[in-house]
Each structure stands twice: as structure tokens, then as C-alpha cells.
């Protein structure tokens, strides 16, 4: 068996000598020693310890305003929209020209202004993959799976992280007694995502491999006859073990080595800037939990490192209901601030309803929320969209207090598959499974990981239940051993925790409650996250959910002071009717006692009926309550491109063919108003109107429960050369915007080879 050395012709890697002494230009600082002894993990120095600032209202900028620093009336200008921290993208090679000399004349202006407009800096430290990073002195990269050059240095080059670890430990120490100082990121490797195996990028070093061989693998498995009788292999020493590829035998082995990499590089470079800052740090978090295997980030290992240095984490992609949920969750387990930051990747008339779905899931991260974060203030049409949004919507969030209302009950994930147990259960879709459970139900439900369990974090014994979201392990079987009750799919859960809010129709309205401290009173976020359907229904809060005392509540709009009308139910909670615009953001308090005298009561809510009974998209139309997505979209990679065109005199939507798009598949993916009746139903007909060529069809894939991409029936056409129009039956659906696109089905064509033409799509509730 042939490790990946052999196979791409890596070359062995030579220890390298110490960097040399730091010479530092600018204000001189004295750098206390970072302990740089790879592979050692170093405790939290006796430093006083800082916890995260509670007032963290963030955005990221470019490091410097196009060669200059920022200006105090660059500051001035953020601070008065309520941005109190400016996140600074580090270039290494501007501030270490050249090994162990630095220039602070730049960071020292830009420290001074920012302080001067009542402004905090936070300095994001890049040790590749952002412009001026790594440092030009710099040369020995990773290397792909593939062999090819990657993106970020090699991990385990012992000069580069040396060189790194005293670059940032330099720069503290110089910035930290400084007024506008607001605390650093601490990363390493090719952040958001740490250790990266995707075209281009990398994992697979000779220094690491050379690592893995010489220290890990002896330290972790002391003699090669320990290594074999685990592994039923016949090694004569640990340079023969392999570094495998993804799919390889003994891949797990390499990749435990990744993921211990992280936490132990994160591990002693904290410990290091611990020994001369006490100011706030903070760990990005990027990507999301199916990348875990991939790319190295598991979030226990940051929440425990968190834990570990009084550090908070951030939440990259907090538009994700699942990413949001999980970590809310692990910041109430580990005692870890969680921050939120809102990455745009929507379309520009996606992104209002984008920064509403961020903003309104921030309750979910009390009581220890962190604050936001915005990526990135530069002017372009996220900032000039999305930037007014949150800005808008800070006085709110900083009004917020109190705590996710949670429930004695869990769902689990077993991470195992991230630590290299190939047999672990899957996760490429247990994020979105979650955030789907989740806008069915809206309840307060915990998120478990097998982490947290390993770190003594959290224990199943803590919930009434349990719901495994990828299988059982270890730690399932031990928790029903011992009593517990594991349930087998998410409709069991109103058994066990009651929801705090039942609304009419899913995925076009969440509700996120923070509830008080005294348990008497709740402040509730709405926010309508649909980019094209508004939210006309109800909205029905029970207190019990809340975890609100027993007693009678009525609802107030903090926004405005106004009582809505309301309704009184026999169980103690109120009824809300809703009408909410497309991408607007609302906040509710929840209050004791029963609504004011003349408070109008609506005849019938809960509002149980309503919506259109059919619902269709045309080609080159809006509205209908049906649309297509991705029309005009020309990214390469895309199965979902649609082009309008012409045919045969009819206006139509054209798939792109698999050579146009450079992917096998072709889908026409839809999504339906939530607020219709179609969207409840059960059973619906869908019609096609499409062009019949020989050869072409396509199967209409919908959500069903446990099955996004459920396969339903498949048309195959006449072949004539004509517009044709088929009727089908969909049978159990559960249309929950899970599929790509957050769309609720797709037109999965049969030859992605040639073009697929579609005027029309009707769906009707049976």
C-alpha cells in the first residue's frame, strides 16, 4: 500500500533552523516568548483572563482604505450607525516586510483615528488566503490530494509557524495597551475552513506528511506493533504508514492527524497571545457541519479551545437555521459567547431577505450572544443592500436580553465521520434536516454533538429525549441503556417539548423569543425570510414553550408600542393575526397580564384555512404563487440555469445542457408560496407544459418526509417536436424548501445532454 508521498513524488521534509531575533520599526515593543515547540500543547498563561465585550456590533474592513488608513471621520461615520468594532483584514507581508522586522506605522494611525471616533479595531489575522498574506518570505505551500500546488502554507513547515506565531504575537503585543484595541482573531491555515482538501487548495505537505510519520503517529500509537494490531497491518516502522487520500484505506488515520492538527496549532497559538494580551480574542468558524470530514472544522474544537481562553466564537453563514441552532446550543453547553457573522451569497434581490434571516435567529444564541457581525463593509451591492439592514435593525439587537427558551429534549449528531470513523454516520445533510425540524416545529430543542459528550460539555442524561438526526453510536445506545427515550423521526417531538410559537404556514416567517430572566416576559424576533412571497396568517405564542411563568400574557410591538389585535386561547396563549411584507423584520414583547380594554379580537385565529388552492409559474410572468429559479443565472457548476427564450413561438425556460453548465445533471427547480394551500397539502397534481423531443422527459423529484429529493413519476413525452402538457399525481409531501436553491421541487431532466423546455407549472392541492 503506497502512501501519498509515492504517489505524486512529495519531497521528504528537513527540520528547519530557528527564525531569527525581531527587529520592529515604528513604537518598539517587547514580545514575551511564545512557546513555538510544534506538537506541545501550552496552558492559559496567568494573564488575567477577558471575557468577550457584551456590545460586539461588528463589520469587516479592508485593512487600510485603498493604501491609506481609515480616516477618525471613517470611524466617525461607522459609529454613528451603531458599528462599535471594525474587524481589520491583516496583510502579514505590510506589517513583516521582511522575517522578524515589522512596521506598525500604518496599524499605530489607524488605532489612534479609530479610538478617537469612539471605535474599537479587531485585527483578523490571516496566515493565508487574503491579500498581502502570507508574508513574501514565505514559499513552502500545501499541496492537494491531486499533487497540485494548494492555497494556504504548509501546516507543519516548523519555520513558517514559528514565523507565524511570532508575527501575531509581535503585533499584540504592540497593539494591546492601545485605546482603539478591541481584541484579534486567532487563525491559522486557510481560514474560514482551516484545512482544506478542494481543488486548488490542500492538505497533503511534505512537512506534514513528515510530521504525521515522525511525531503524531509514534505519539499517538507509541510502537508500529500497537499500529498494526488495531489496523490488522504488517508495517515494519510509521514512515510506511500512509498519508491516504479521502477513500483510501487508512484514510481515517490521516485524517484523526488533520483534525488534531487544528486543535493543537489553535491550541499553543492562543496560548501564546494569551501570554501578552488579556484583551478579547476571538475564533472564526466557516463552512458548515456536512464539511467537517473535508475541511477540518469541527466547532467543538474552537468552543472547547473557547472555553479553555475566555474567547468567542463567530458563527460564519448564520443565515443557516441548522449552522445557528447547533451553535447557540454549544455556546449554552461549553459557556462560550457566540457572535453571528452574515456571509451574502444570494443574488441582489435575495440579500433583504438574507440579512432578515440573519438578524432575526440572533435570540438564538442567548444568553450568551456576542454580537454581529457584518462581511464586509466595502461598498459593493452586499454592503450597499444588506449594510442599511443590519444597521437599521442594531438598536433592536441591542435591546435584546434573556434566554433561548429551551426544552429537556435533543437532537444528536455523531461527528465521528469528521474524526476519520469512515463507519460514523453521515453528515451532508444534517444541517439542513435540523433547520427543516426546526421551521416545522418551532420549539426550543437543543442540538447534542458527540463532541460536546467527549469534552464533558453536555450529557444526554440532561433530555427527556433524544432524536438522533444521523444514526445511532455509542453514546445513543448507552443513554436508552440507561433509560432514555430515543425517538425514531421529528413528529415525536411535540410529546416531549412543547412549541413556543405554532404559525400558519412554514419557511416564509421565523420566530426566535428570548425570555427574561424572571420567566414573566419574552421579547420575540419575527422575520419574514421569503425573498418573493409575503407571510398573510397567524402567529400563536404559548407561554408554557416560552418558559414563561403560568399565568395570562398578551403581545405589544416593541417597535412601535401598539397592541395588535389579539386573541386570548383557553390555554394561556395568545393569537396573533400576521401580515407581513417580503423581507421584513418585526419584534413582539410578550408581557403579563391580559391586553388592554378595546384591544380588537379577531373572529377566527388561529387562522386555519386560506391560501390559494393552485398555484402556477409562466415562463417570462410574475406572480402566480409559483416561480422558477435561477432564470439568467450563468454560473459554471450550476444544474439549475435557466435560460428564457423563444420556442415555437411560445415564451419558455431552457435548461442548460450539460456542457454549457459542466455538471451531469439538469434540474428545473421550483419553489411555491408557503401561505398556499398547495404548500399543506399532502397530495397534489402537478401539470407541465413543456416542448416533446425525442428522447428528453424529466421525473418531478419533491420533498417527502426524510427525503428532499424524493423521485417521483417520470414523464417521458411523445417525441413529436411539440408542446405537450402532462398530469401528475405527488403523493406524501412535505414541501419544506430543502432542495437546492431552497426550492420545494424540481423537474430532474432525463437527457442533460440537450435542453430541456418548460412554459409552464401548475400544482394544485388535492
Sequence with gaps: MCGLAATVGLA???????????????????????????????????????????????????FDNNGTPWSTADFAAVKAKGINRAELNMPWSKLEPARGTFDFTEMDQELANAAAAGVKLVPIFWQSGWGGSPATFETDHEVTSTGATGVALAWWDKTEQNDYFAYVTATVAHITHSPGYGGSFMDYGHLDAQWLDNPGEGGWAPADIAYFHTNWLPATYKTISAFNAKYSTTYTSFGEVPAALPGAPLDSVYQAFRQWSVQDTYDRLTASVRKVSNGPLFYYFGGHVA????????????????????????????????????????????????????????????IPAEAVNWLSMYPMMLPHGGGEDFFIHDGTTKDVIGYPIYTSWLPTLQKITGSYPTQPVAVYIDYSQARGNDSGGSLSSVENSIGALWSGYQAGFSVVTSEEIANHADSLSHYRAVLPMNGSDANIAAYQKAGG?????????????????????????????????????????????????????????????????????HVVDALTGQVPAQKALSDGSVCVPVAMKSAQ?????????????????????????GGATSVTGTAGQSGGGLIFLSVGATGLGGDGNLTQVTQDGQTAYETWTSA??????????????????????????????YWSVAGQGFQVQYDSPGAPYFGGPTVAGSGTGSWQTATVTLTNVQFAELQNLSADLRLAVTDPTQPLYVSSVTLSSS
Excluded at 520599526?25 to 468577550?52: C, E, K, L
Aim: charged content about 10%; overall charge negative.
Design 12 to 62: 521528504q521534509y528537513a527540520t528547519a533552523s530557528p527564525a531569527p531575533a525581531s527587529t520592529i520599526s515604528a513604537r518598539s515593543t517587547t514580545v514575551a516568548a511564545a512557546d513555538q515547540n510544534a506538537g506541545q500543547s501550552t496552558d492559559q498563561s496567568a494573564a488575567a483572563r477577558h471575557d468577550a465585550p457584551s456590545d460586539y456590533w461588528a463589520s469587516q474592513f479592508q
Design 291 to 350: 464539511n467537517a470530514p473535508q475541511l477540518g472544522n469541527l466547532p467543538d474544537i474552537f468552543f472547547n479551545l473557547a472555553r479553555k481562553y475566555h474567547a468567542t466564537v463567530v458563527e460564519d453563514a448564520a443565515n443557516s437555521a441548522g449552522l445557528s441552532l447547533l451553535f447557540g446550543s454549544l455556546g449554552r453547553a461549553y459557556q462560550v459567547p457566540v457572535a453571528q457573522e452574515w456571509t451574502v451569497f444570494g443574488t441582489d434581490d435575495q
Design 485 to 553: 427515550t430515543v425517538l425514531s423521526n421529528g413528529s415525536q417531538l411535540p410529546s416531549y417539548a412543547p412549541a413556543y410559537a405554532d404559525l400558519t404556514s412554514q419557511q416564509a416567517l421565523q420566530v426566535v423569543p428570548a425570555t427574561a430572566a424572571d420567566h414573566r416576559s419574552s421579547a420575540i424576533s419575527l422575520g419574514e425570510v421569503s425573498p418573493t412571497f409575503g407571510y398573510t396568517g397567524s402567529v400563536t405564542l404559548h407561554p408554557n414553550g416560552l418558559n414563561l411563568v403560568k399565568g395570562t400574557y
Design 585 to 609: 423584520l418585526d419584534q413582539w414583547s410578550m408581557l403579563p397580564g391580559a391586553a388592554p380594554t378595546g384591544t380588537p379580537v379577531p373572529a377566527a385565529c388561529p387562522t386555519t384555512s
Design 660 to 689: 454549457q453548465s459542466g455538471v451531469t445533471p439538469a434540474n428545473v427547480y421550483l419553489q411555491l408560496d408557503p401561505s398556499s394551500q398547495v404548500a399543506k397539502a399532502s397530495t397534489v397534481t402537478a401539470s407541465v407544459t
